[in-house]
């Protein structure tokens, strides 16, 4: 018996219904309102070969002493009591299309605060914003329903700096090991960063690392190499290379 032709038969039928469905690109995955500005646009884009429904939910992370942060709700909140408020909080992307989001920040700018965004596409109904009718939803429904069917949600981060931004960033290499502290009031970024034999050369895979005011990292290494990143301070990049 050949049960190969059967389990190639349902791989195709599977790769082909995966396809019929939408594919979100919600552009970078962090974003930065700085000082001045209260406002963000963040562009939607629909990959897929069918139209989006999608919702925009926003969350505020709490951190607590320990970094450890914690996620408050905010979309059921009155307008007024509400950090961020995207808008609108229904997108109706087509297929090869793309809609944008409008971010408002409305609280005080005292201190840096974060939130997270979610771009999270559902089957529509009548009642849920999306200004369909019942028919227009079910055969909706009816053509994602053939085969699987991944609706997958997509998130970003927004980091909203204060009013006063002040930053201070020592960095500090010893023994092969690399201390970065923040003693700022904002997040600073250490981009590709990376541990080499000689700048630039045999380096390791690059990361990536947001360190949050008042915290502090430490990064193993080796005497005899260099520890390379870009410190991002705001608009202000400067090239480290650190060695001893």
């Keep these: 018996m050949n049960i190969h032709g059967p389990i190639v038969l349902l791989l195709l039928l599977l ?13 970078a995955l962090y974003d930065y309102l700085d000082s001045g500005k209260s406002t ?28 450890v942060a914690r996620e408050v ?29 409008r971010v408002l920040y409305r609280g ?21 914003g999306f200004a369909v009718d019942a028919q227009d939803a079910e055969r909706y429904r009816e053509q994602l329903k053939a085969g699987v069917n991944l609706l997958a949600g997509y998130g970003s981060l927004l980091f909203v700096r ?3 931004v ?3 960033t020592p960095v500090r290499r010893q023994g092969g090991q690399l201390t970065v502290v923040n003693e ?19 380096c390791e895979p690059a990361t990536k690392h947001h360190l949050l005011p008042g915290r ?14 870009e410190l991002h301070e705001g608009e202000n990049h400067q090239l480290m290379v650190l060695k001893g």
């Design 162 to 164: 204060p009013g006063q």
């Design 216 to 229: 502090s990292r430490q990064f193993d290494g080796e005497s005899d190499k260099v520890h390379q990143f």
């Design 40 to 67: 963000l646009l963040k562009r939607v884009r629909n990959n897929g070969d069918t139209t989006a429904f999608v919702k925009v939910s926003v969350a505020e992370l709490v951190y607590d002493d320990q970094g």
């Design 184 to 202: 700022g009031n904002a997040t600073v970024v250490l981009d590709h960063f990376r541990q080499c034999s000689t700048p630039n050369q045999a």
């Design 108 to 128: 005080t700018r005292d201190r840096e605060r974060y939130f997270r965004l979610r771009f999270i596409p559902v089957l529509p109904e009548s009642s849920d």
């Design 166 to 168: 002040r930053f201070q």
């Design 73 to 101: 709700a905010t979309d059921g909140l009155p307008l007024a009591q509400r950090g961020v408020v995207a808008s609108p909080a229904r997108l109706i992307v087509p297929a090869q299309g793309t809609q944008a989001v």
């Design 15 to 27: 790769a082909h219904s995966a396809q019929a469905a939408p594919e979100l690109n919600v552009g």
